[in-house]
């Protein structure tokens, strides 16, 4: 007998090795050799001929030899390969027959109709008692996915497994009911702590979403804080670059004084060196004049650091400016403040005066800069002419 069972182990295991896809990560040898153990572990605890033993042993290790052919109704498509194995080892049509209504026995909705049938379908869930049986869960979920099947999310997929706990599965052999009934129940309390455990998180996720929208309907859009933020950052980035350029003329004609002052007027009481007064007079005045532009567009202007309740209520003063409030007593402006900030219309006002205000500012910097640089372009150019035309005139 034990013959019989190593030929129908290699024919399964040859059939699953050069025909079953890799895509069937539950329904493959490994879950056969689980049946078959569990068809013997049943076998052996209860009082069944031995010729039912074999025949319920063939029928476990071909039961799901089907899906090499077919997904769907693959029971039916066990029938060619036991029929042709038990045929070519002389089996009768009667045993045949037994060992086809032992497998079709393995479909979800079949209630069993003897003994056999029983065995055969305990048998084939008996991994819902094993502590392993959340991974295989998982690899039935895969299988599924892969095969365009069914597409289950985490949630779904322990719904549909509690569901088959509870409502779909029972075990129909003494045996099976003493002995696997405990693991089933603890992997379905499993099972309810899982969902549990999504449920909560499930709520969560819709909790934060709900506070996200209304933080989003309750404060400035996206879009305004942006605009806001970038003028703002433009501002400055302008205002620092115009301050670099009044200290770059502020060395550059500090320097031509400081040479001029150094090496060329204590000469010029020379009678050689006297046609080179007005050229270098001319040099010094445009550079004094860039100076004093310089730092006329750098130099910051003073407020007086106070502001009264009529300014602000009129909305005539800005208070993000330190020059408006350094003045003020911490709890008047701390009063202003809270005022400013209970009103997003007065935000946005503030807001937007302190980018005018800004922009005020930049404007006279930059007029200042360019009259600068004009004054001493044309410093330099006329300078350079005058000693040009005072040695050619030599």
């Known amino acids: ?6 030929k129908a182990d290699d024919f399964v295991f040859k059939l699953f090795k050069e025909q079953l896809p890799s895509t069937f990560l539950y329904h493959n040898y490994n879950h056969t050799l689980r049946v078959v153990k569990s068809t013997k572990e049943i076998i052996e605890a209860s009082e069944i001929a031995p010729k039912t033993q074999e025949l319920l042993l063939l029928a476990a290790w071909f039961h799901d030899t089907g899906y090499v052919k077919s997904i769907k ?5 066990c029938t060619s390969f036991v029929s042709a194995f038990m045929q070519q080892h002389g089996y009768t049509e009667s045993d045949i027959t037994q060992v086809k209504q032992c497998i079709f026995a393995t479909k979800l909705t079949h209630e069993p109709k003897n003994l056999m049938e029983s065995i055969i379908k305990d048998a084939d869930t008996s ?4 502590p392993y049986f959340l991974e295989l869960t998982e690899f039935l979920r895969e299988e599924l996915s892969l095969h365009k099947l069914c597409e289950f999310t985490t949630p779904e997929w322990l719904e549909e497994n509690i569901k088959m ?12 009911a003493r002995n696997w ?31 996200k929208a209304q933080y989003k309907n ?4 996206r879009s305004i804080q942006t605009l806001y933020r970038t003028t703002l950052r433009n501002h400055i980035k302008l205002s620092d670059i115009a301050d670099t350029k009044a200290n770059i003329l502020l060395s550059i004609n500090a320097i031509i004084i400081s040479f001029a002052l150094g090496n060329i007027v204590p000469k010029l009481d020379a009678p050689s060196n006297r046609h080179l007064m007005i050229p270098t007079f001319i040099l010094i005045c445009f550079s004094v004049a860039s100076i004093v532009l310089s730092v006329m567009s750098t130099r910051p202007n003073v407020t007086n650091g106070e502001f009264t309740e009529e300014q602000l209520k009129n909305n005539k003063i800005n208070i993000l400016f330190f020059g408006n409030f350094y003045k003020m007593p911490f709890e008047q402006y701390a009063s202003a403040m809270d005022k400013l900030i209970k009103n997003k219309d007065n935000i946005y006002n503030a807001l937007t005066k302190d980018l005018y205000l800004l922009g005020v500012v930049l404007n006279r910097k930059y007029k200042l800069l360019r009259w600068t640089y004009t004054i001493f372009m044309t410093g330099i150019l006329i300078s350079v002419f005058s000693y040009i035309l005072a040695f050619w005139l030599i």
């Open 73 to 77: 109704n693959h029971e039916e498509a």
């Open 127 to 130: 991994h819902f008692s094993k």
């Open 165 to 176: 706990f509870t409502q779909q599965h029972r075990y129909y052999t003494d045996y099976a």
């Open 181 to 211: 009934k405990e693991g089933k129940d603890k992997n379905l309390l499993l099972l309810l702590e899982k969902k549990k455990k999504e449920d909560n998180k499930l709520a969560k996720e819709k909790t934060k979403a709900a506070l």
């Open 218 to 221: 309750t404060t400035p859009e």
């Open 1 to 6: 007998m034990d013959s019989i069972y190593q």
